[in-house]
């Protein structure tokens, strides 16, 4: 039911909450080739970075936060700043309960204001189906989504003494013209976002 989740602007305040929810993709799975969970430290200044742009955004259940989706840049030359990568991370126990697309539909209508044109995606992927550390979820997810498979590394991402490969999926939220209007910072369109909507 749309009451059950919260979706709100992520804070600085949030990051042990964030670390406890991600800390399992970083020691149980390769779906982050992270293979140290960062500290709480760490996270208030990825906050704080991301925010000074871009979306980032928790989702709470009876006052606890059981998700947290961002954008970052996709690519530090000019050129491509019209792009941007999405992450995503739901708490075991809220996985399969529809929060994942409640995220991302928020995520997109906010960098769709902001003028953002194409999201990307990078996600680990395994060689075989039956690979403890990581299954095909993610991509299935984004393809639900409307996202499309664009290109695959092979073999690029080694945990678990064993080798990962990665793909990029994208989907394209905005119309691509010439004299393209320049994107807005998330400060900027922060007060027209209506975070009950979501």
């Known amino acids: 039911m749309k009451n059950d989740f919260k979706i709100r ?33 760490d996270f208030r200044q990825r906050i704080k970075n991301i925010l000074k742009k871009l979306p980032y955004l928790v989702a709470e259940q009876d006052g606890k936060i059981v998700g947290y989706a961002y954008a970052a840049p996709f690519h530090v030359r000019v050129a491509a700043r019209f792009n941007v990568e999405a992450s995503i991370y739901i708490d075991k126990n809220s996985q399969h309960s529809g929060l994942g697309k409640r995220l991302y539909i928020a995520l997109e209508d906010i960098l769709k204001k902001q ?15 039956d690979d403890e550390h990581l299954s095909k979820n993610s991509a299935e997810f984004h393809e639900h989504l409307g996202y499309h498979m664009v290109g695959e590394f092979h073999k690029c991402g080694y945990k678990f003494n064993r080798w990962y490969n990665l793909i990029w999926m994208e989907k394209i939220i905005g119309e691509h013209v010439e004299n393209q209007p320049e994107v ?11 975070f009950s909507r979501y």
């Open 9 to 41: 602007k992520a804070s600085e305040a949030d990051a042990e909450a964030l670390v406890s929810i991600y800390a399992p993709y970083v020691l149980e799975t390769a779906i982050t080739y992270e293979v140290e969970v960062p500290t709480v430290e």
């Open 115 to 129: 003028g953002y044109l194409n999201i990307n995606v990078s996600i680990a992927y395994p060689d075989s189906e």
């Open 184 to 194: 807005k910072r998330f400060d900027e369109i922060e007060p027209e976002i209506d």
